[in-house]
């Protein structure tokens, strides 16, 4: 590249930028500066779910996956591929699928459904446990909550949205293809916040890949499958209010000194 | 020092062990709270309802259920600021919450 063999040279690209009198202009932010509105949109952003019956046009839809389309990837490899469901009964049946997968993992490994001292409690327990170890992130107490909470009915799945987007992954995604579906995933949550609708990420969408029949009808196929899923809608509510959250350790380097801020 | 000891890395909590799982409450002011059941619709661990005290609705945490995550979508929605929760949800072992400051609202720099 051009940049890089002047570089090679020991030439200043600032200079070289001068010399074309087109140099970019630096955006001055003046310091505890209002939220500009993308921050606003990005400070704004709930996890929404309980919508209003009313369908999402579908230009709007159309909006946001054109955002996620320039979401940036590594390697520009773009490993995504969108299926939106907008068809009421085919939505209750991606749950009514979902919740039975649910019921049947909850039964067999959250434990605290069986009484203390029961045999049945300490063999789901030690599967629990097994499992754990093999992949602990899956069983957080956190999705364990709500993974008994969707068997029980008193949560759903795909919250009973108008609108749901499946977003498929390229298994053949250059180097950790999950980050970009993420990357690309957020630009489509933003998006829609900045449209008035609300969104909300549904990861238990995965159990559909577990189907073949649900796959089939889906349209999902190797090298593809489904990673995450968005519901959209139109929010309950007006949840705008600005929250308090955790903060979090930044280690900060800078004029020979390592510092610790929150 | 490592930030999980040996012991912890191997230790999973008790799902159903409040002093090893513990999920916060929100706090409620009730002379604010109207009664109006929007957190209760919005919860996502579903852990709000409506109640009568001295004859006027208020919203409070169910006493039979745990899960509180801390997302704060019940202050989010509330017109009155009733409702908020002030910590963020933490585990024992493995799940340990780390390198977590206070909770803070946004902050302009």
Same mark, same amino acid.
């Given at each position: 590249m051009a940049s890089d063999a002047a570089l090679q040279r020991g030439e200043d690209l600032e200079e070289i930028e001068a010399d074309t009198g087109r140099a970019g202009r630096i955006l001055e932010v003046s310091e505890g500066a209002e939220w500009n509105a993308v921050e606003r949109v990005m400070l704004e952003r709930r996890s929404i779910r309980r919508y209003k019956r009313r369908q999402v046009a579908p230009h709007l839809v159309r909006r946001m996956l054109e955002m996620g389309r320039y979401a940036p990837s590594q390697g520009n490899c773009q490993p995504w591929k969108f299926v939106v469901v907008r068809d009421a009964d085919l939505i209750a049946g991606m749950e009514k699928f979902c919740v039975a997968e649910c019921r049947k993992l909850s039964f067999d490994? *959250?434990?605290?459904?069986y009484v203390r001292g029961s045999v049945k409690r300490f063999v789901i327990r030690a599967k629990a446990r097994l499992f754990n170890r093999l992949q602990p992130r899956m069983l957080h107490p956190v999705p364990v909550t709500v993974m008994s909470t969707i068997a029980d009915g008193r949560?759903?799945?795909?919250?009973?949205?108008?609108t749901v987007i499946l977003l498929l992954m *390229?298994?053949?995604?250059?180097?950790?293809p999950e980050i970009d579906i993420g990357i690309c995933g957020t630009n489509i949550v933003l998006a829609a916040q900045s449209l008035g609708l609300g969104t909300c990420w549904v990861?238990?969408?995965?159990?559909?890949?577990?189907s073949r029949e649900w796959c089939a009808r889906l349209g999902v196929e190797p090298p593809f499958e489904i990673t995450e899923a968005i519901t959209v809608g139109y929010p309950i509510g007006e949840p705008t209010r600005l929250i308090a959250r955790d903060t979090h350790e930044i280690v900060w380097f800078e004029g020979g000194t390592k510092d610790i801020r929150y | 020092m490592a930030l999980l000891s040996k012991r912890e890395r191997r230790h999973f909590p008790e799902w159903d062990d409040p002093t090893e799982c513990v999920f916060r409450r929100v706090a409620i002011d009730l002379d604010a709270? *109207?009664?109006?059941?929007l957190c209760t619709l919005v919860c996502p661990a579903n852990v709000l309802e409506i109640y009568k005290v001295d004859g006027k609705k208020k919203a409070r945490v169910k006493d039979s259920q745990r899960g509180c995550?801390?997302?704060?979508n019940c202050r989010a929605i509330c017109d009155t600021g009733?409702?908020?929760?002030?910590e963020s949800n933490d585990f024992v072992g493995y799940y340990r919450q780390l390198g977590r400051g206070p909770f803070e609202p946004p902050r302009k720099f």
């Amino acid at each position: 590249m051009a940049s890089d063999a002047a570089l090679q040279r020991g030439e200043d690209l600032e200079e070289i930028e001068a010399d074309t009198g087109r140099a970019g202009r630096i955006l001055e932010v003046s310091e505890g500066a209002e939220w500009n509105a993308v921050e606003r949109v990005m400070l704004e952003r709930r996890s929404i779910r309980r919508y209003k019956r009313r369908q999402v046009a579908p230009h709007l839809v159309r909006r946001m996956l054109e955002m996620g389309r320039y979401a940036p990837s590594q390697g520009n490899c773009q490993p995504w591929k969108f299926v939106v469901v907008r068809d009421a009964d085919l939505i209750a049946g991606m749950e009514k699928f979902c919740v039975a997968e649910c019921r049947k993992l909850s039964f067999d490994l *959250d434990y605290t459904r069986y009484v203390r001292g029961s045999v049945k409690r300490f063999v789901i327990r030690a599967k629990a446990r097994l499992f754990n170890r093999l992949q602990p992130r899956m069983l957080h107490p956190v999705p364990v909550t709500v993974m008994s909470t969707i068997a029980d009915g008193r949560f759903a799945v795909f919250h009973r949205a108008p609108t749901v987007i499946l977003l498929l992954m *390229d298994k053949r995604g250059v180097g950790t293809p999950e980050i970009d579906i993420g990357i690309c995933g957020t630009n489509i949550v933003l998006a829609a916040q900045s449209l008035g609708l609300g969104t909300c990420w549904v990861g238990f969408s995965k159990l559909l890949n577990q189907s073949r029949e649900w796959c089939a009808r889906l349209g999902v196929e190797p090298p593809f499958e489904i990673t995450e899923a968005i519901t959209v809608g139109y929010p309950i509510g007006e949840p705008t209010r600005l929250i308090a959250r955790d903060t979090h350790e930044i280690v900060w380097f800078e004029g020979g000194t390592k510092d610790i801020r929150y | 020092m490592a930030l999980l000891s040996k012991r912890e890395r191997r230790h999973f909590p008790e799902w159903d062990d409040p002093t090893e799982c513990v999920f916060r409450r929100v706090a409620i002011d009730l002379d604010a709270c *109207d009664g109006c059941r929007l957190c209760t619709l919005v919860c996502p661990a579903n852990v709000l309802e409506i109640y009568k005290v001295d004859g006027k609705k208020k919203a409070r945490v169910k006493d039979s259920q745990r899960g509180c995550i801390s997302c704060n979508n019940c202050r989010a929605i509330c017109d009155t600021g009733a409702i908020a929760a002030t910590e963020s949800n933490d585990f024992v072992g493995y799940y340990r919450q780390l390198g977590r400051g206070p909770f803070e609202p946004p902050r302009k720099f």
